[in-house]
């Protein structure tokens, strides 16, 4: 394939994929983060453009995936280095900002893992074959991992919204 060829199929594969990559990207990080990231994902096309499968929404998701993985890994570090470096220095209180929503609550409750699996079903609305092809494991494996997710989902949800009654309040005393 030569350069004008392997440029019409990247454009073409950009202007049918780049709206759904960016969404799924803001979906999961704030919106300058989310450019970055399908900056990157067209960037990594663009080096493996002839290993992109026909039904390419999938692979690029899973690209997206990894490349925001490697940003919050970076960040992670970026943050125990902060931490790091304010251990010799007081402390003040940090605003964490829940929001009032049990069903919210309970999600930011589950893993990554859990939270990315309901997330590429319910919310990207991939068939369950294409949410497997981002995670890189069979439909199966997918299947019962969107059904434990969804269980914990349910037990978390419970879990916030149970109040506390005078026996759990004993509980807690013991």
């Known amino acids: 394939m030569d350069e004008a060829e392997r440029r ?3 454009e073409a594969l950009y202007v049918a994929h780049a709206r759904a990559v960016l969404l799924y990207a803001r979906r999961r990080t704030d919106h300058a983060t989310a450019a970055d990231v399908l900056s990157e994902v067209f960037v990594v096309a663009s080096r493996r453009l002839d290993e992109v499968p026909a039904d390419s929404l999938p692979w690029l998701l899973a690209c997206a995936r990894r490349v925001l993985w490697h940003q ?3 960040e992670r570090r970026r943050f125990k280095l902060v931490e790091r470096l304010r251990a010799n220095t007081p402390r003040t209180a940090l605003a964490v900002d829940l929001p009032d929503d049990a069903l919210a609550r309970a999600f930011a409750m589950l ?5 990315e699996v309901l997330l590429l079903t319910a919310w990207e609305g991939l068939a369950t074959e294409q949410a497997a092809r981002v995670f890189g494991c069979s439909p199966q494996a ?3 991992r969107a059904h434990r997710a969804r269980k914990r989902l349910a037990s978390a949800l419970a879990a916030v919204e149970a109040p506390l009654t ?9």
């Open 8 to 10: 019409a199929q990247l």
């Open 72 to 74: 919050q890994r970076a």
């Open 111 to 115: 893993s990554d893992r859990d939270r």
């Open 142 to 144: 997918f299947r019962v």
């Open 166 to 174: 005078p026996l759990t309040m004993e509980a807690c005393n013991d």
